[in-house]
């Protein structure tokens, strides 16, 4: 089965940077996803890992360590557009296909 | 027009009718999605099509029932719908191989169903 857990809420003070921790336990591992998603929008693409290590793009960065079914975002120089739930998502195999599952997702407030 | 979309943005129906969800996908993709949406819980897989073959959720109940009729338009069709079905109805597409890698998922902006 599988079982993916995050923080519910985080604050955080622009300009500062938050560490969002994901943690899996599941069967059929391909790969974890991280989106982001504001308040009534759709959720958007941030981040692939499929390798354990550190994967940088930006402002944003995302981690994993296969062995330990863990994964982290590194959000820096965080600003007020950065509020928004963050959702992490395990690629996992099912019947020939490979089927995205989300946590719950954090959600992050960035305050002045 | 790019990306994803879906009709309509908001849907409120009554528990006897019958309603139908759109999604278009204008990136080529050949796999997609139907996610469901509540407050305070994960997002919820319902159906996927990939590479022209339905994979079923089991857990889905029959009042809903999905449609792809090619690799650009999903369809959810809704009848005798609960009150507990108001959520956030996303579709998503994405490339998927033949050796099962399933790539990024782009989402559409969802269709916010209230059932009265």
């Known amino acids: 089965g599988q079982n993916i857990d995050q923080p519910t809420e985080m604050t955080a003070t622009e300009g500062a940077i938050v560490q969002i921790n994901c943690t899996y336990q599941?069967?059929?591992?391909?790969?974890l996803f991280w989106y982001q998603q504001h308040a009534g929008e759709a959720p958007t693409f941030l981040s692939y890992?499929?390798?354990?290590g550190l994967e940088e793009k930006g402002r944003f960065s995302s981690f994993l360590s296969r062995s330990k079914g863990y994964s982290y975002l590194l959000l820096k120089e965080l600003q007020m557009k950065d509020s928004a739930s963050y959702l992490c998502?395990?690629?996992?195999?099912?019947?020939?296909?490979?089927?995205?599952?989300f946590g719950r997702g954090t959600s992050l407030i960035v305050h002045p | 027009e790019t990306g994803v979309t879906q009709t309509p943005r908001h849907l409120v129906m009554g528990m006897t009718n019958k309603k139908s969800l759109k999604c278009e996908q204008h990136?080529?993709?050949?796999?997609m999605y139907w996610y469901k949406q509540s407050a305070k819980k994960p997002l919820e897989l319902m159906f996927v099509?990939?590479?022209?073959?339905?994979?079923e959720n089991n857990s889905v109940p029959s009042r809903f029932s999905p449609e792809c009729p090619n690799s650009s338009h999903l369809f959810l069709h809704l009848h005798t719908l609960q009150p507990e079905d108001s959520a956030l109805y996303l579709c998503?597409?994405?490339?998927?191989?033949?050796?099962?890698?399933?790539?990024?998922?782009?989402f559409g902006p969802g269709t916010r169903l209230t059932v009265l």
């Open positions: 998503a597409s994405s490339q998927e191989s033949r050796g099962g890698f399933t790539d990024t998922q782009y």
């Open positions: 599941t069967s059929g591992f391909n790969g």
């Open positions: 890992n499929v390798l354990d």
């Open positions: 998502a395990v690629s996992l195999a099912s019947g020939g296909s490979y089927i995205p599952t």
């Open positions: 990136l080529g993709h050949n796999a």
């Open positions: 099509y990939s590479l022209e073959e339905r994979v």
